[in-house]
């Protein structure tokens, strides 16, 4: 028998059964509802509302379930349809009608609330720890790659000279601003629903302040229909999941792109990588296809949850059940695609020499030409105009703008002398861009030391 079926005359259809059952995938919340019931219990004695020797029967008996579950001496029955009747069914079978007590001055619905908040608040310190492994491998390529020109494109067209160091401090940045949302969400989350009820609290003096601090919570939540009838925490959570997968796949399209015969700017080591079934002389960067593939499941998690809620009244309906696998699927996601794609980086091969010979043609050193004739007290628009017909003539002789003869630049503009030349290096360029924020070597290393700044400090509080 359903622990709710008093009301009902006939049993439960078994297609709706099947239907209704959610203990296929909300059994992973057996810690958490075990660690909320017992949070519970220990209130219950305190206050008095059950004796304090029920409340420590009850407690024992849940350590003992937790026990076995972990033990793998369980199986949990699709009849008690959920993770919470579950247990509370078999803390019923080992210790009797005292395990019908647990439930006093209880809803599932601030129980589900409050197992669902504790997993996705413990949950996030393991993504975070993720992002900042993969942000250490991006600081350890930066200090190797200070000096190593490569192109900067917009419009993926060469645009100006920059560094591979420069470019994974970019992704690093990326990364932070990920990490700091997870914290956000983390921190608007950390308050307590049990005692909620269903709806409207309870009649029983139930004291929430204990619970709270029992279960980790600095504080319960402050309105009890708010917090059964919202899930916006979790969305808050899938929102950071879905711009952290954002980053991820926007990286490993450039690494995708990177690593073809047409850029040969990095190789992805072997162990990385798989072949073709076909073509013998393949090489193909399956995992960074794959990080940038499970975007858009992780994206769907997030529109999944948007859409059960957009439409629901207050408080709890049953279309919320539907909050769990999406957000399961989006952590699972983010927890494998993390870590891989970190070693992946970790292990590729930097083609310095190629990426160097790309951005020596493209003219990407043009608006330094610009600003070389700006310094010699042109109007930068002016100098606009000299470097754009410059171009034009590099382009029908077939020549770079440090390959043109001076005598060439002299039928453009008499402000052209032999230092043109150190002016157009594209090291030169690079190391000229010192502004906070640049490409220049000290620069980039100003942005490492602040990357790991940041690592260290969540190191610390860890």
């Given at each position: 028998m359903k622990l709710w079926a008093g009301r009902f005359q006939k049993e439960t259809n078994t297609l709706v059964n099947d239907f209704n059952s959610s203990i296929g995938f909300d059994a992973r919340l057996y810690g958490q509802d075990i660690r909320g019931s017992i949070a519970h219990a220990d209130m219950l004695g305190d206050t008095g509302i059950i004796e304090r020797a029920e409340a420590d029967k009850i407690i024992e008996g849940l350590r003992a379930i937790l026990a076995d579950i972990e033990g793998g001496r369980v199986e949990f029955s699709l009849e008690n349809e959920d993770i919470h009747m579950n247990i509370e069914a078999l803390l019923t079978q080992r210790i009797g009608n005292t395990g019908?007590?647990?439930?006093?001055?209880?809803?599932?619905?601030?129980?589900?609330?409050?197992?669902?908040?504790?997993?996705?608040?413990?949950?996030?310190?393991?993504?975070?720890?993720?992002?900042?492994?993969?942000?250490?491998?991006?600081?350890?390529?930066?200090?190797?790659?200070?000096?190593?020109?490569?192109?900067?494109?917009?419009?993926?067209?060469?645009?100006?000279?920059?560094?591979?160091?420069?470019?994974?401090?970019?992704?690093?940045?990326?990364?932070?601003?990920?990490?700091?949302?997870?914290?956000?969400?983390?921190?608007?989350l950390d308050e307590c629903p049990l005692g909620c009820g269903a709806l409207a609290?309870?009649?029983?003096?139930?004291?929430?302040?204990?619970?709270?601090?029992?279960?980790?919570?600095?504080r319960p939540t402050d309105n009890s229909l708010d917090t059964v009838g919202d899930r916006d925490y979790a969305i808050e959570l899938l929102s950071a999941l879905s711009i952290l997968m954002m980053h991820?796949?926007?990286?490993?399209?450039?690494?995708?792109?990177?690593?073809?015969?047409?850029?040969?700017?990095?190789?992805?080591d072997d162990a990385y990588s798989t072949g073709s079934s076909i073509m013998p002389q393949k090489k193909n960067p399956d995992v960074a296809e794959?990080?940038?593939?499970?975007?858009?499941?992780?994206?769907g998690s997030l529109m999944t949850l948007l859409t059960v809620m957009k439409g629901l009244p207050l408080a709890y309906n049953k279309d919320m059940q539907e909050d769990k696998e999406p957000v399961f699927d989006a952590i699972d996601t983010v927890e494998m695609c993390v870590p891989v794609f970190a070693a992946m980086l970790d292990t590729l091969t930097v083609k310095d020499?190629?990426?160097?010979?790309?951005?020596?043609?493209?003219?990407?050193?043009a608006t330094d030409c610009a600003d070389y004739l700006v310094k010699k007290g042109l109007p930068f628009r002016e100098a606009y105009m000299i470097v754009g017909r410059l171009v034009n003539l590099c382009l029908k002789k077939g020549k770079s703008l440090d390959a043109l003869p001076l005598k060439e630049y002299h039928t453009i503009s008499g402000l052209f002398d032999w230092d043109v030349y150190d002016a157009l290096r594209l090291r030169t360029c690079v190391n000229g861009r010192k502004v906070y924020g640049g490409p220049a070597e000290e620069s980039v290393k100003r942005q490492i030391a602040l990357i790991e700044e940041f690592i260290a400090a969540r190191s610390v509080e860890g």
């Open positions: 019908k007590r647990l439930h006093t001055a209880r809803s599932r619905n601030d129980q589900v609330a409050t197992d669902f908040r504790l997993y996705v608040k413990e949950e996030i310190p393991r993504i975070i720890g993720l992002v900042l492994d993969l942000e250490k491998v991006l600081v350890k390529k930066a200090r190797a790659h200070l000096s190593t020109v490569m192109p900067g494109y917009t419009h993926l067209q060469r645009a100006q000279p920059v560094t591979f160091g420069h470019y994974m401090m970019a992704y690093a940045n990326m990364f932070k601003r990920d990490v700091t949302r997870l914290e956000d969400c983390r921190a608007r609290t309870s009649t029983y003096p139930v004291d929430r302040f204990q619970t709270a601090a029992a279960l980790g919570f600095p991820l796949s926007r990286f490993s399209e450039e690494i995708i792109a990177w690593c073809s015969w047409e850029f040969r700017f990095v190789e992805l794959l990080v940038r593939g499970k975007t858009g499941r992780v994206y020499k190629n990426m160097a010979q790309a951005a020596s043609v493209g003219f990407i050193n």
